[in-house]
Structures are given as C-alpha cells and as structure tokens.
C-alpha cells in the first residue's frame, strides 16, 4: 500500500529515484501546492516511459474532487491521466460521473470519457455514449439520454417513464444548464415530441428565466383559449411572470404577477386585463345585452417591518365587474373583495392599529355604492402589570370614520377601561371578576328616520356603559385505568344597565352577531361596539372530556343563559330574544388520528328542536380518508348578506396503489333549491419524476356571463421541465 499527502505530481512520482523528479512537468499558476490524496494497492513506476501506473482500488482526491478506479496511469511527459475499470468521478456539487474509461489532464478538468453514466445531485441521470470534460465544468455527451426517473427493479434495461434522447447534450454547470440538440422526447420508450434545440436548468438551479409550458383548453364561456407564460428570475429576492392568453370567445387576456421579498419587506402583485370580454354584471337589472370593453382585476398586498415594533402593510382587491373572476377561473371570495390599508404597533404591554378598510361586491343585484369605505379606524389597548392584588387593569380606545356614496354615514370616539382580578375560592373553585366602563359618542348622517321610509336626518348620540361579571368555575378531574376525566361547571353573572342600543346609533360592526357556544361566557355577545349587551343576565353551562393516555380524547360544552330582562338589541331568531336563551354547545369526538367528529348545535329553549346545526367528520387512514360536513343555519334577521344556509359537502380520497390515488368531493345546497354548488372526480398518478392529473369537474354557479357547466381537465408534470395544463373540453357552462 502506497499513501501521501503531497502535491500531485511529486504523489505520483513517489516511488520514482531522486533524479526523475527533477524532470517533473510544468505545472499551472496557483496549482503547485494543491494537495491531493493517493491510495493504492499497487504502484510502478517507468522510468525510461514516464508512466506511473497505479493498480487496485486506485483513489485520488484532489481539489473536491475524488477519482476511483481499478487501474489509474499517470503519463509524465504528456501530463495525462488516464483510468480505466469502474471509474468513478465524484465532483463539487454532489454529481457522479462513471464510466468505462476516462482520460483526464489539467488535473483532472478537462478529458475524454467513454460510455459515460452521470447521477446528478437530484438524482436525475444522464448517459452518452463518448463525453467530453472541458475546464472542470462543462460536459458534452454525444448520443446521449436524460431522465430524472429510477430504473425498474425487475428490469433495468426497460426505458424509463419518460426521458429525452438527443445527438448531443451539454452540461454547463457554471452556467447551470442542460442544453439538447436534436432532442426526442419518449414517454415509456414511445416517443411523442421532437425539438432541433430544448433546454433546462440544471438540478441545482432553484428558479431560471424562461418560457413555461403552454396550456391548452376550451370552455363555453372562453371558447378554445391557449397561453404561453413567461417566468423573469429578475434578481435573487424578485421575479416576475406573464401570461398572454388568446380566446375564440373571452377577447384576448394578459395576466401578470410580481414578486420581491426584502429583509424587512415584502410585495406581491398578480393582476390581468383583457380586450374585446363581455360582461353581464347583473347590478343594472334593466341591462339586456351584455356589454362589451376592457376587464381586469389587481390583487397584491405587502407588509414592512418599520422596526422592532411597528409593522406596515396594505391589500388590494379589485375587479372590474362581479363575474370577471369566476369566468376567467381566478382564484376570490364570493361575497365582496376586500382592500385594507394598515399600521400596527407591537408594544410591550400594548397594541395599536391604525387601518383603512374598502369592500367591493360580488353579490348580484348590489353595487358598490351602498358598500362602507373605512378611512380611517384606529384601535390601541394597553395592559398594566399585575398589582398588589393580582389583578391587571386594561385600557382601550377607538375612533372610526366611516363614509357611504348612498346610505348610512358615521364617526364614532370610544374609550374604556376594565378591571380583571382573579382569584381562588375555598374549595378548589376559582373566581374572576371583570369591572369595566365604556364611553361612546357617535356623529352620524343619512340615517332613517322611525316611521318614514323616505326621510334621513343626522344625528349626535352618546352613552356611559358600564358593567360587571363574575365568572365561576369548579374543575373536578377524576383518574380511571388509561384514562382522565374532568368536569367543570361554569357561570357567570353580568350586570349593567338596561338600554344603551338607541336608533340614533348606526349598527355597522355588529350586524353578524350570532349565538353559539364560544360566544355563552362572553360579557359583550356582540362582535362590535356599535351594540352593547345590556341588563343583567346569567350564563351557566358544563364543560367536560375523557382524556385516554393514548392521545385520544371526546369533550363536551354545552350552556344556556337567563336574561333578567329582554333585550331589545337581540333580534327575532337570533336565540336571545327571551328571557331564557336557546341551549348551544358542542361536541367533539377524537378518539384515535383515524377519526374525528365535531358536532355544533343550537337547540330552541322551549321545545329543543333544533335551531341551528353543523357537523364536521372525517375517518379512515391516509390511504382512504372520507369527510362529510353538513350546515344548517337560520337566516340572521335583517342581514341580507347572511341568508339561510343548509347545504351538504362529501370528499373521499384514497391511495390506489403506491402511485395512484383518487379523489371525489361535492358540495350540494339545499336551501336553493337543491342545487349543486360543485362536484368533482381527480385521478392522480405521482412518481418520483413525473405526476398527472386528469379531474372532472361540475359548477352549479349561475350569475351574470357565469353559468354552470363542467369541464375536463388534464395536467401532466415533468420533474425539472415544469407542467403542462389543458382543459380538455367544457360542456354547457363556464366551468
């Protein structure tokens, strides 16, 4: 055995007598004192032939790199290396280079290689027949073949899931690319596509500038449509995409999107325009010809780190027309888009938020006229330390302007403050006392005058709420063999005064109010400021669980509450309109990771019938999964944008086999009609490198120029080259 550190040179000229290494060749500026590493079973040397010829597990390491080989000869007077059975390359990166015969120089960075195999980092391969090794980074493999897909373990000779073939293919890793010349794509050994030229980024490049792959589609409310989008790598924390779109039917689109991320910052922009769209909007119901002209929507936001405690941002969605979205399958909501200007502050003990707030309907039949602008309202809350008594005081305050174009508009000052002391009783039970007092004042125009429903009047309005509770809780836990029990009874006694709630105050914050379990124990029920939870009342209710050592576990909350006096402020059907509430609660079920059920319910005080309900249920191991999910809700009184609600929503996904899975979902509304809102079929298969998706899918939404239908499509992803997207074929809608 033979082993050195030194030069590469003098290694090889080891075991050569003193006067050979005086005629050592030349070597290459900064290059003499690059270490390497030798080893050998067996080494000799040629004195009259310059040959150093090294035998047996043959390893040298030189600058990142390790050559390994059954036999390596190093030629003196040519400066040549070759190797020869089993060669192995391994290269700075993590790529391996193996082969039959290698013949390297300029310490090992340039050569000629013979029936080449490469593993890349990601372990995608590539082969050719004779490959040429230029300046340490650059490869070119004549006749050659890529894939990132794993050999079939019975037979390693059958062709891969999909790989390309070509006359030449060059790796560049200094410009991290992979180049095919005279390229033929084959998918199981079948070939479908031929290029002259086709490129790729290398595995090491995370994001690249360039075309991606083009989709295809058709749909009756698009016609047949394709696109081409563009990706800009624009510097290493932004980029961009684009993606022009032709239509038989919807015009001619351009969409867009704009990234950048800074240390402190962030920003993101998509938006898309288009030319020659129509439009049914549906807000002017005397419209009967759809119109004609440009479309488009923005959607960005951003946030900023202004330093350790402040943090800025804003959100913007806007649209053109309430159908534009849905038509050209953009991703929104489907009530009002939502835009939001805002400044926060994180202070120690303390929070203030400073925001703007714009809505824009979606809502057919209602414009955006009627829609609140919120410039501005501000929040601050402060906590102190815990005094003497342990208890803390808190302190709040806000100012809202809120404006109309038509309907109500209103300025609001409020400021408060509470006191919070817990304590613990004598027998194991504890205690919390709540002492607060909130000031209101309101300036409001264009409000609707009692008993006239055409005349407004403006109007300056204010109140003193002040209120109390005492919250009471009584844990028991009881211990059982492989299991814990608790029950915990609750009640809470609320005082204040009656009223508070006159028509001179707009309700704008508290229209969504609704009764439920994790709303029993709170001293203001509403969401709000605008209405105050007045009189006195007291909620009682029961929380209890079984706890298994396991991990699983089943719990209960349920509760009512007693008002001394109606309330006013509590609508018909809202629970709180009498005396004693309606029962809410919950249930939920978890008694292993294969199962879980949660049951929300509202029941009617005087007969218990059922108010209110919603079921949430999943089961089964990841390879076959079912949900279910089921609502019904009453309508909330005198809130348009909450009506009744009662529909039904499926899904089952199950695994096939190790690559193929299958997913099916629905969602049924029965409130309308019994109407489908969507339904869908997806067949996946995934692998380590391609994975497709064929999906069938039905739309129920009927509004404007968007109609129900259901449409074909399929998606095919290529490890390292990107996806391609069609839509197959839509049928009688705009799906």
């Known amino acids: ?227 081409l989008p563009y990706y800009w790598a624009i510097s290493p924390d932004s980029d961009a995409t684009f993606e022009p779109m032709l239509t038989t039917s919807g015009g001619t689109y351009f969409g867009g999107e704009y990234r950048q991320r800074w240390g402190s910052a962030r920003v993101a922009a998509a938006g898309s325009i288009t030319v020659g769209s129509q439009s049914q909007t549906g807000v002017d119901q005397t419209l009967t010809a759809p119109a004609s002209g440009v479309r488009g929507h923005l959607f960005a936001n951003s946030e900023l780190d202004l330093n350790e405690d402040w943090r800025a941002g804003l959100d913007v969605q806007r649209a053109s027309d309430q159908t534009y979205l849905l038509r050209y399958h953009l991703p929104s909501p489907t009530n009002f888009l939502t835009s939001h200007l805002y400044a926060e502050d994180f202070g120690e003990r303390s929070y203030g938020n400073i925001s703007s707030w714009a809505w824009q309907s979606l809502r057919t039949g209602v414009g955006d006229s009627t829609e609140p602008i919120v410039a501005p309202v501000a929040d601050y809350i402060w906590t102190s330390d815990p005094d003497v008594l342990g208890g803390r005081l808190a302190l709040q305050g806000n100012v809202l302007n809120l404006l109309r174009i038509q309907g109500i508009s209103t300025q609001r000052l409020s400021t408060g403050g509470e006191w919070r002391y817990p304590f613990d009783g004598l027998i194991g039970d504890r205690y919390g006392l709540t002492v607060g007092v909130r000031t209101d004042g309101y300036h409001s125009t264009d409000l609707p005058v009692t008993g006239s429903a055409n005349l407004t009047e403006s109007a300056i309005a204010g109140r003193v709420f002040p209120q109390a509770a005492l919250t009471w809780r009584y844990p028991w836990v009881r211990r059982g063999d492989g299991y814990s029990q608790t029950i915990e009874p609750i009640a809470m006694l609320a005082a204040a005064p ?50 298994a050592d396991g991990g699983g576990s089943a719990r209960l909350l349920v509760g009512q509450s007693y008002a001394f006096e109606k309330n006013s402020a509590f609508l018909p059907g809202s629970g709180l309109e009498d005396h004693l509430s309606d029962v809410v609660g919950r249930v939920t079920i978890s008694p292993s990771p294969y199962f879980d059920l949660i049951y929300r319910f509202r029941l009617d005080h005087a007969d218990l019938a059922l108010r209110r309900e919603e079921v949430a249920f999943s089961t089964g191991p990841a390879n076959l999964r079912l949900g279910l999910s089921y609502i019904d809700i009453a309508a909330i009184p005198d809130v348009p944008s909450l009506p009744k609600r009662r529909q039904v929503s499926a899904s089952v996904t199950t695994t096939l086999t190790h690559y193929w899975s299958l997913a099916l979902t629905g969602t049924r509304d029965f409130a309308q009609g019994q109407v489908t809102l969507n339904s869908g079929i997806a067949l996946t298969y995934r692998d380590e490198c391609i994975a497709f998706v064929t999906s069938l899918t039905q739309s129920g939404v009927n509004t404007g120029d968007v109609h129900p239908g259901t449409s074909l499509l399929f998606t095919i992803v290529f490890k390292n080259l990107g996806e391609i997207g069609s839509r197959l074929a839509s049928f009688g809608g705009s799906s």
Not at 520 to 547: A, E
């Open 498 to 547: 009656n009223g508070g709630n006159p028509a001179t105050i707009p309700n704008e914050d508290s229209q969504g109010f609704e009764f439920d379990e994790t709303s029993l124990f709170l001293r203001n029920r509403f969401p709000g400021l605008d209405r105050v939870d007045s009189g006195q009342r007291v909620d009682y209710g029961l929380r209890t669980g079984v706890y």
């Open 1 to 227: 055995m033979s082993r050195a550190t030194v030069p590469w040179l003098a290694l090889c000229l080891a075991a050569a007598p003193l006067p050979a290494l005086a005629a050592a060749p030349r070597q290459h500026a900064g290059d003499s004192n690059t270490p390497a590493l030798f080893s050998a079973d067996e080494v000799q040397y040629d004195q009259d032939l310059g040959l150093v010829v090294a035998k047996g597990h043959v390893e040298i390491s030189q600058r990142d790199q390790i050559l390994l080989a059954d036999t390596v000869t190093y030629n003196q007077r040519t400066d040549t290396v070759t190797a020869s059975g089993h060669v192995t390359l391994l290269q700075p990166g993590g790529d391996i280079v193996f082969a039959d015969y290698a013949e390297l120089h300029d310490d090992m960075r340039d050569g000629f290689i013979r029936n080449v195999r490469m593993l890349l980092s990601d372990r995608s391969r590539l082969a050719g027949n004779t490959a040429r090794r230029i300046d340490g980074n650059r490869t070119e493999l004549r006749r050659g073949v890529y894939s990132p897909c794993d050999l079939c373990r019975e037979d390693p000779s059958r062709a891969p899931i999909w790989q390309i073939k070509a006359e030449e293919i060059t790796h560049d890793k200094e410009l991290q690319i992979v180049e095919y010349r005279d390229a033929v794509m084959e998918i199981d050994g079948v070939p479908i596509l031929w290029s002259p030229y086709f490129s790729h980024p290398d595995p090491s490049v995370k994001r690249r500038s360039g075309f991606l792959a083009p989709t295809f589609g058709s749909s009756s409310s698009l016609g047949i449509h394709t696109s």
